[in-house]
């Protein structure tokens, strides 16, 4: 499923039911991840009266909402947090050759961005889209070593 290089990967889709007069009325919601597997990964959550429109909704939302996260050498630069609500993800830095260790939300959110070797450990919620929201949001907390040198107005060996 690769459109113009991109990785898109459907994470969850819900059915919704709402009761009306007449009966009830289905929708379907779509938690969709895409990446470049290079670095920039976005998530999105597309709703429609039918699945496949709700991935192309959910798609395009991830498309838009893409971001660029620091990757050294296939893993995190450092240990880190991610909080979303009440779902928080620990994503640690592994040797290469420990590979993606990683479940549902957070493995569709890393492979997207390109990381190889990781571990991580869901903490708190275990909603789909907490998940992936406390996923990006740790990725994003992530900064390299040039980045921190560049806001101290430092060499990175100075470092």
Avoid at 81 to 86: K, N, R, V
Avoid at 91 to 98: H, I, M, Q, V, Y
Avoid at 103 to 127: M, Y
Wanted: hydrophobic share 40%; proline share 3%.
């Amino acid at each position: 499923m690769e459109d113009t290089g991109l990785i898109d990967k459907v994470v969850r889709i819900n059915r919704v039911a709402k009761v009306v007069k007449g009966g009830r009325n289905f929708t379907f919601t779509a938690l969709v991840v895409v990446g470049d597997g290079e670095g920039s990964v976005g998530y999105g959550l597309g709703k429609a009266k039918e699945v496949p429109e709700a991935i192309r909704k959910g798609m395009e939302k991830a498309k838009r909402n893409m971001k660029k996260v620091s990757i050294l050498n296939g893993t995190v630069p450092f240990e880190v947090l991610g909080h979303a609500g009440s779902g928080r993800v620990l994503l640690k830095p592994a040797s290469p050759g420990t590979g993606l260790i990683a479940g549902g939300g957070i493995r569709a959110v890393l492979e997207a961005a390109g990381v190889t070797d990781i571990l991580t450990k869901c903490i708190g919620s275990h909603n789909t889209q907490n998940i992936v929201r406390a996923t990006m949001a740790g990725l994003q907390s992530l900064c390299t070593k040039e980045d921190v040198a560049k806001r101290r107005g430092l060499n990175p060996e100075e470092i």
